[in-house]
């Protein structure tokens, strides 16, 4: 497995966002103007992209990151986790120092397992619930 890093939305990774939040989810505003100044990562199982996710910077060595996504038959084989740690690494490799991140309510045990912890309050995309997660991966200067 191999995983890339784009500063504009690649074509693989615009296809996995939509097969999974549109077609899968039913969201229908899955892509925004955040994508035209995000890095974004795409993992490959060979050839193949599978996964993908985005981060961008919100404030002064803090970043957020989002749009997670597996294709469904990868699922359950630690491929979200591959992808989460090759952004944190990649948002520590540049400077950051905090984490943010706008997750599923379904997705909240996952991210908790990665030392995310809630700090936000539950409100709803598209009706359905998110929580706002924070994680801290170094020290102010």
Not at 2 to 11: G, S
Not at 58 to 71: D, M, P, Q
Request: aromatic share 12%; glycine share 6%; with cysteine.
């Amino acid at each position: 497995m191999i995983i890339k890093l784009y500063t504009e939305l690649p074509k693989e990774s615009y296809e996995i966002r939509k097969k999974v939040f549109v077609e899968e989810q039913g969201f229908k505003n899955e892509f925004d103007d955040i994508d035209k100044s995000s890095t974004h990562l795409v993992l490959y199982d060979k050839e193949i992209p599978i996964a993908t996710c985005r981060f961008f910077q919100s404030s002064y060595k803090e970043y957020v990151i989002g749009r997670i996504a597996v294709i469904k038959q990868y699922r359950g084989q630690n491929i979200g986790s591959q992808l989460l740690v090759s952004a944190e690494d990649e948002i520590r490799r540049i400077g950051g120092i905090q984490i943010f991140l706008h997750s599923q309510d379904k997705a909240r045990k996952f991210y908790e397992k990665h030392g995310y912890s809630c700090c936000g309050k539950m409100d709803l995309d598209e009706n359905c619930p998110h929580i706002w997660m924070c994680k801290k991966i170094g020290e102010k200067e």
